[in-house]
């Protein structure tokens, strides 16, 4: 897996869980301000309010002292307004002499309206109360200091300033036990000037928060409280959606959207789990690539979702198959995979095997054909995905698609693999700087032995790897398409080689050159080549066609009508390897060749020899007979040649007469 891709998937996890969180904590935060600015402001009213009231009250007082002339006496007279509840709250009074000496004081624990009625009588008509404070009452003494030095703004500054509702919920709180006393007080003294007399009456109020205040404050906490819950309902809500958007991602993520299983990043996922037991060496593990072949061509038989229906059981089947601690997916198309706990390579062969049964009984009654790829996991620390590829290119190594086989990737195969890739990395270069050079074999004739013809076989000196036979290339540019450059180049080679031997007066011989399967998919091959034959200026007979039965394979309509161009062109055309394929006979009958090159086959295999001397003879009567004429390759012996003397073959092409050999050599051999 790729960084990126390890990252979004790391994203996707993570996605919306933490803004979730922040979001909890961020209207908490918000709630918390709230309820503050709350609490403060209404803090604040208290205070004011009580503020004007002790106002009024000492306003009141000042009336009554100027009215009365009472002031100079040592009572004071106060009419308060009932109604105020501030009366409670006076703490004490003073006289002070004209230096703002205390001369004397007197203050009560605290005055409540029983106090009132101690001394007076309320009248409840008209709410207001007339209190007289008698001059020796007992009560607070206050020291000089305390007495006169607050001033009222002052100490509201000093209130609110100092207002910290901490702790008042500290108050509150059950543990510090819950009483009428005031939770939190403050004094503040009124001087007022006694205008008959020298001296001043001083005042003292207390502003207090009791508990009555703080029915308000669990108003507003079970309010914010309330509308807090709603906002995590909402928020719950959203969480939940969102989770549950997670497992739909998830599920695009790491489902299969054909047969709603699980896919390539689960296997891989699951894959990675498993690879912890192999660590620690409870497991040993083989992945396995399960292929249903000619997947396209049975959508094209049967249709997308019979397929699909077919892709779905198959699944299933597979993913009964596997364990727990195991892990199944289907990958693409006809593609499976799964990661197979084993014991030895036989057991899990035969696990496979029995797999394989149940999967092609699906097919009922059309048969379906599957092959697997498996690979050992040796690396415990390695990345399943590169194991897959190798159960992968196992598998794509089976030949025949037909072979319900099973291969495991071996050593060899990764060789094979590492030399693919050198190949193909290497192969257009190898062509620009001409590492390709052709290699003639003369084909000798019977009566007389001389060349009479040769065959153009390609050599790759390469650079490092040195001298590379066709085998080791051919198969893998017939894979890659590279073949059709390579073709041309030696259509190239041959002509440019009978231009020079042409000009130079030699009696030049026909040299035929290999035409791939892959050349007659192009309609204008005969033109093609007509036209490379045409830019050397040779005679069209100086050149062989050699093609092999497995064109056969594709369009045979395309194919003899390429065939009969070629030939009103004048290029002889020849059948490579006749014998070697299975309809050998059929192809004979359909395609008018010129020339058929009997397979090396028929005269190799010890025992066979009488049963295959006589077909040789059918044959060759038969090609005779159809105007043919023929070649025998691979010719090693002596016995060999003059069997086939005898029968009166064209010519021979083997290494008992010469094998193929650079250019300069073939000059040397045919024209001397
Ligand atoms: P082919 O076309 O059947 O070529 C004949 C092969 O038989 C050649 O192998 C040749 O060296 C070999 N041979 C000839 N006489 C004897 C003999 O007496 N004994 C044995 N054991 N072998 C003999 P080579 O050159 O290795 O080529 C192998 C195959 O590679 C060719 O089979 C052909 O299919 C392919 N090939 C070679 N050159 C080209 C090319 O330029 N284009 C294409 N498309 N294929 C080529
Ligand atoms: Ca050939
Ligand atoms: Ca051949």
């Given at each position: 897996m790729t960084d990126r891709r390890k990252k979004q998937l790391q994203r996707i996890k993570k996605a919306h869980i933490w803004p979730s969180l922040v979001g909890i904590i961020i209207k908490i935060a918000v709630m918390t301000f709230i309820m503050h600015i709350l609490l403060l402001a209404y803090f604040e009213n208290i205070v004011n309010m009580r503020l004007a009231d002790a106002n009024n009250n000492v306003k009141n007082a000042v009336e009554i002292m100027e009215a009365t002339g009472n002031a100079d006496s040592m009572s004071l007279l106060f009419r308060y307004r009932y109604l105020t509840g501030m009366i409670p709250e006076i703490e004490g009074m003073c006289r002070l002499d004209k230096d703002d000496n205390v001369t004397e004081s007197f203050g009560t624990e605290r005055f409540d309206l029983a106090s009132f009625a101690r001394f007076n009588t309320i009248e409840d008509d008209d709410k207001t109360a007339e209190v007289y404070i008698a001059q020796n009452q007992d009560g607070i003494s206050f020291s000089e200091n305390e007495g006169f030095t607050i001033d009222v703004s002052e100490t509201i500054e000093k209130y609110l300033v100092s207002f910290n509702p901490s702790t008042l919920i500290d108050v509150i709180s059950p543990s510090a036990g819950w009483n009428k006393e005031a939770i939190f007080s403050t004094d503040l003294w009124y001087v007022i000037d006694n205008k008959q007399t020298e001296g001043k009456t001083a005042v003292m109020y207390r502003f207090s928060l009791t508990r009555e205040d703080f029915g308000y404050v669990i108003f507003v906490y079970v309010l914010l409280g309330l509308v807090f819950l709603v906002l995590l309902v909402f928020h719950s809500i959203s969480v939940f959606k969102v989770v549950a958007a997670k497992r739909n991602i998830y599920k695009i993520l790491f489902f299969d959207m054909e047969t709603g299983g699980f896919n390539a990043p689960h296997f891989y996922k699951k894959a990675r789990k498993l690879y912890r037991r192999i660590k620690r060496g409870?497991?040993?593990?083989?992945?396995?690539?399960?292929?249903?072949?000619?997947?396209?061509?049975?959508?094209?038989?049967?249709?997308?979702?019979?397929?699909?229906?077919?892709?779905?059981?198959?699944?299933?089947?597979?993913?009964?198959?596997?364990?727990?601690?195991?892990?199944?997916?289907?990958?693409?198309?006809?593609?499976?995979?799964?990661?197979?706990?084993?014991?030895?390579?036989?057991?899990?062969?035969?696990?496979?095997?029995?797999?394989?049964?149940?999967?092609?009984?699906?097919?009922?009654?059309?048969?379906?054909y599957f092959n697997m790829g498996v690979s050992r996991v040796t690396d415990a620390k390695g990345d399943p995905e590169e194991v897959y590829n190798q159960a992968y290119i196992a598998r794509a190594s089976i030949n025949d698609e037909n072979a319900d086989s099973i291969n495991w990737f071996s050593e060899k195969l990764r060789e094979q693999q590492i030399w693919e890739r050198k190949v193909e990395n290497d192969m257009q270069g190898a062509l620009e700087r001409h590492e390709f050079q052709m290699y003639l074999q003369p084909k000798y004739t019977t009566n007389g032995e001389k060349v009479g013809g040769a065959e153009a076989l390609v050599r790759w000196i390469h650079p490092t790897e040195g001298f590379v036979p066709p085998g080791?290339?051919?198969?893998?540019?017939?894979?890659?398409?590279?073949?059709?450059?390579?073709?041309?180049?030696?259509?190239?080679?041959?002509?440019?080689?009978?231009?020079?031997?042409?000009?130079?007066?030699?009696?030049?011989?026909?040299?035929?050159?290999?035409?791939?399967?892959?050349?007659?998919?192009?309609?204008?091959?005969?033109?093609?080549?007509?036209?490379?034959?045409?830019?050397?200026?040779?005679?069209?007979?100086?050149?062989?066609?050699?093609?092999?039965?497995?064109?056969?394979?594709?369009?045979?309509?395309?194919?003899?009508?390429?065939?009969?161009?070629?030939?009103?062109?004048?290029?002889?055309?020849?059948?490579?390897?006749?014998?070697?394929?299975?309809?050998?006979?059929?192809?004979?009958?359909?395609?008018?060749?010129?020339?058929?090159?009997?397979?090396?086959?028929?005269?190799?295999?010890?025992?066979?020899?009488?049963?295959?001397?006589?077909?040789?003879?059918?044959?060759?009567?038969?090609?005779?007979?159809?105007?043919?004429?023929?070649?025998?390759?691979?010719?090693?012996?002596?016995?060999?040649?003059?069997?086939?003397?005898?029968?009166?073959?064209?010519?021979?092409?083997?290494?008992?007469?010469?094998?193929?050999?650079?250019?300069?050599?073939?000059?040397?051999?045919?024209?001397?």
């Open positions: 409870i497991s040993q593990y083989a992945i396995v690539n399960i292929r249903l072949e000619k997947y396209r061509s049975l959508i094209a038989c049967y249709g997308k979702s019979a397929i699909e229906t077919l892709t779905d059981m198959l699944y299933n089947i597979i993913s009964q198959n596997a364990g727990s601690k195991e892990a199944f997916a289907h990958m693409e198309s006809g593609d499976f995979a799964m990661m197979l706990e084993y014991t030895s390579e036989q057991e899990l062969s035969e696990r496979l095997k029995q797999l394989m049964q149940q999967l092609e009984s699906v097919g009922n009654g059309s048969r379906l080791r290339f051919i198969p893998i540019f017939e894979k890659n398409g590279f073949i059709l450059q390579l073709d041309d180049y030696m259509i190239n080679e041959v002509a440019k080689y009978q231009a020079k031997w042409i000009s130079e007066g030699k009696k030049v011989v026909p040299i035929s050159v290999n035409v791939s399967r892959a050349h007659f998919l192009n309609d204008n091959l005969a033109e093609h080549i007509r036209n490379i034959i045409d830019s050397y200026c040779v005679p069209h007979e100086c050149i062989e066609l050699e093609l092999t039965e497995s064109a056969f394979f594709d369009d045979k309509n395309a194919l003899i009508a390429t065939v009969k161009k070629m030939q009103e062109f004048g290029f002889v055309v020849s059948m490579d390897d006749f014998g070697a394929g299975y309809s050998s006979l059929n192809s004979l009958k359909e395609l008018p060749l010129d020339v058929i090159k009997l397979d090396a086959e028929f005269f190799r295999g010890e025992g066979n020899d009488e049963r295959g001397k006589l077909i040789v003879t059918e044959t060759i009567d038969l090609a005779k007979r159809l105007g043919m004429h023929i070649v025998a390759e691979g010719i090693e012996t002596r016995d060999q040649v003059d069997f086939l003397k005898e029968r009166e073959c064209d010519l021979i092409q083997g290494y008992y007469f010469a094998k193929p050999m650079p250019t300069d050599e073939f000059e040397k051999c045919a024209f001397s």
